[in-house]
C-alpha cells in the first residue's frame, strides 16, 4: 500500500508563494500518475494539477494555470506543486494521490491512494 505524506502548506498572503510536497513510501511511487487536489470547506475535492509517471504528460486545473507548477523526483519518491501568485480563493486543503497506473488523469477515480492533506491559507 502506498503511503502519502504531504508538507509544505501554511499561511500566507495574496501574492505570495508556497510549495508543497508528497513523499511516497519507498518502492511503491514507482510507474505511478501523481496528483495534486485540494478541498475548500463545503465544497468539493477537485484537481488541481497532474503528471504522468514520466512526467511528460501534465495537466493543470484552469485555476491554476499560469501560477502552479507540478513536477516530480522519481529518484526520491516525491512530488513537488510549487504556487505563485496565491490568492484567497486557492485557500483549502491540498492532497497528493497516487494514480492507479502510469497516466495522469483528471477524476479522483483514477487514484486509488490519498495523503491526508495539507493546509494553504490565503489571507487578503
Known amino acids: 500500500q502506498v503511503q502519502l505524506v504531504e508538507s509544505g502548506g501554511g499561511l500566507v498572503q495574496a501574492g505570495d508563494s508556497l510549495r508543497l510536497s508528497c513523499a511516497a513510501s519507498?518502492?511503491?511511487?514507482?510507474?505511478?500518475?501523481m496528483g495534486w487536489f485540494r478541498q475548500a470547506p463545503g465544497k468539493e475535492r477537485e484537481v488541481v494539477a497532474s503528471i504522468s509517471w514520466s512526467a511528460g504528460s501534465i495537466s493543470y486545473a484552469d485555476s491554476a494555470s499560469g501560477r502552479f507548477s507540478i513536477s516530480r523526483d522519481n529518484a526520491k519518491n516525491t512530488v513537488y506543486l510549487e504556487m505563485n501568485s496565491l490568492r484567497p480563493e486557492d485557500t483549502a486543503v491540498y492532497y497528493c494521490a497516487a494514480g492507479k497506473g502510469p497516466y495522469n488523469s483528471r477524476s479522483r477515480e483514477a487514484y486509488d491512494c490519498w495523503g491526508q492533506g495539507t493546509q494553504v491559507t490565503v489571507s487578503s
Open positions: 519507498q518502492g511503491t511511487f514507482s510507474g505511478r500518475a
